[in-house]
C-alpha cells in the first residue's frame, strides 16, 4: 500500500496508554485533533523514529519500517519551531544534507523556493528573518529530500495571526500539488478547516473519530461527541463550494443547492472555503430587508446555555441535512425572538463577515 498503516499499534506510560492504534494515511492530509496529553506528538515520535513502539506495526509503502532506525525511514519531521543552523544562510540551510540524499535538481530546488514564496530570501541569513519565513525555510529542507511522508507538529502555533492564514493557503497547495502523504497535528480550528482531508481525534490515547472533514462537519456540534470538544464552534462556521461567479470584487460560490456571496475575487470552477463567527450571523423570524447579502432558511436543532457564558446563547442549526451551523446571540436576544428547538429560522451575514480559510482543492 502507498503511505502509511499503523497496525495495532501501542505506547505504554505510567498512568497512560496509546493505543491500540489503527490508521491508514494515503495520498491526504490528515490531521489529528486532541487535547494535551491525549497522544498527538508520541504518534508523530512513533512514526518518525523518536520513539519506539510496544507493540504493533509501522508500514511505509508497503515496507515495515518498526524496527528502522530514524535516519533511513526517509520521513520529514517539521516541529513547532524551526531548527536552523545560525551559522549558515538560507540557501545553505535549505540545501543542508541535500548532498547526501542528492532528490532534488537546482532547477528544482529554485522553483520549491519560488513557491514558497522565499527564492529572494536565499542570500540571507538567518538572523532577522520572521517566525513564518524560518519555518517556510525548515519546510523546504524538507521536500527537497521527496519525503515519503511529512509529519507537521503544530508548525504554525508560534506565528501571528496575518502571516497564519498565508501559510496554511501555501502549505497546503504545495503538499498536494506534491502529493504527499500528511499528518498534521493541531489544537486550531482554522488549520483543520484550511488542510485538512481527513480528520481523526484522540481521546484519551484512542481514535474516537476517523473520517472525512465533511463527515466531521456533520457532528460539529458537542452534544454529539462521546466527550466534550469545542474545536468546531470555538471560531467559525465552515461552508466550502465552488466559484460560479467573481467581477469587480465580488465572489459567488455554491453550496448544494445553495448561492452565497463573498468579497474577493476567485477563480470560477476552483473550490473556496469559508470562515464565518458565530458573533456574525443574524438571525430573524422574518426575511429582512438589509445590506446583508447572503440569507439562508435553517432548521434549530439545539439551543445551548454554555457553563461559562455572560448572558449569551449558542444556537445550533441545520440546513437541508448537510449543513451544521452555529450562532452565538444573547440570552435576552433568543427571548424576543421566541425560538426554541425544532423551529425554522433565517440565517444573514453579509459579504464581508466570511474569512476565506482554502481554495483550490476539494475536501
Not at 100 to 113: C, D, K, M, V
Not at 164 to 184: A, F, G, M
Request: hydrophobic share 40%; glycine share 8%; proline share 4%.
Amino acid at each position: 500500500m502507498n503511505g502509511l498503516e499503523l497496525v495495532n499499534l501501542n505506547k505504554v506510560f505510567p498512568g497512560f496508554t496509546l493505543g491500540p492504534l489503527n490508521l491508514r494515511v494515503k495520498h491526504e492530509v490528515r490531521v489529528i485533533l486532541g487535547a494535551t496529553g491525549s497522544g498527538k506528538t508520541t504518534i508523530l515520535n512513533i512514526i518518525s523514529g523518536l520513539s519506539k513502539p510496544d507493540s504493533g506495526s509501522i508500514i511505509l509503502d508497503g515496507v515495515n519500517i518498526t524496527n528502522q532506525p530514524l535516519e533511513r525511514r526517509k520521513i520529514g519531521y517539521i516541529f513547532q519551531k524551526p531548527f536552523l543552523f545560525p551559522h549558515l544562510g538560507v540557501y545553505d540551510n535549505v540545501i543542508f544534507g541535500h548532498r547526501e540524499h542528492e532528490s532534488a535538481g537546482e532547477s528544482e530546488i529554485r522553483e520549491l523556493l519560488k513557491d514558497l514564496g522565499i527564492w529572494h530570501l536565499c542570500d540571507r541569513r538567518i538572523q532577522g528573518l520572521s517566525g513564518g519565513e524560518m519555518q517556510k525555510i525548515s519546510l523546504a529542507r524538507m521536500l527537497i529530500t521527496k519525503p515519503k511522508i511529512m509529519l507537521m507538529d503544530e508548525p504554525l502555533s508560534n506565528l501571528d495571526d496575518q502571516f497564519k492564514k498565508k501559510l496554511r493557503l501555501d502549505l497546503r497547495r504545495v503538499l498536494k500539488e506534491r502529493n504527499i502523504p500528511t499528518i498534521y497535528v493541531t489544537h486550531f480550528e482554522q488549520d483543520v478547516y484550511a488542510l485538512a482531508d481527513t480528520i481523526s481525534i484522540l481521546y484519551k490515547g484512542r481514535v474516537v473519530f476517523d473520517d472525512t472533514l465533511e463527515a466531521a462537519l456533520k457532528i460539529q456540534q458537542p452534544f454529539t461527541f462521546p466527550f466534550r470538544s469545542d474545536i468546531f464552534i470555538a471560531e467559525g462556521n465552515y461552508i466550502e463550494g465552488v466559484v460560479t461567479y467573481c467581477k469587480k470584487g465580488i465572489t459567488r460560490f455554491k453550496y448544494y443547492t445553495q448561492v452565497l456571496e463573498i468579497l474577493g475575487e476567485y477563480h470560477v470552477g476552483s473550490r473556496v472555503g469559508i470562515l464565518i463567527r458565530p458573533e456574525d450571523i443574524i438571525l430573524s423570524r422574518r426575511i429582512l430587508k438589509t445590506s446583508a447579502r447572503n440569507l439562508l432558511h435553517v432548521k434549530i436543532v439545539h439551543i445551548e446555555k454554555p457553563i461559562e457564558s455572560a448572558g449569551t446563547v449558542n444556537v445550533y442549526m441545520m440546513l437541508e441535512q448537510r449543513l451544521h451551523l452555529v450562532a452565538k446571540i444573547t440570552d435576552e436576544a433568543r427571548l424576543e425572538l421566541g425560538i426554541k428547538d425544532g423551529d425554522k429560522i433565517f440565517v444573514i451575514f453579509k459579504a464581508s463577515a466570511p474569512q476565506v480559510v482554502r481554495e483550490g482543492y476539494s475536501i
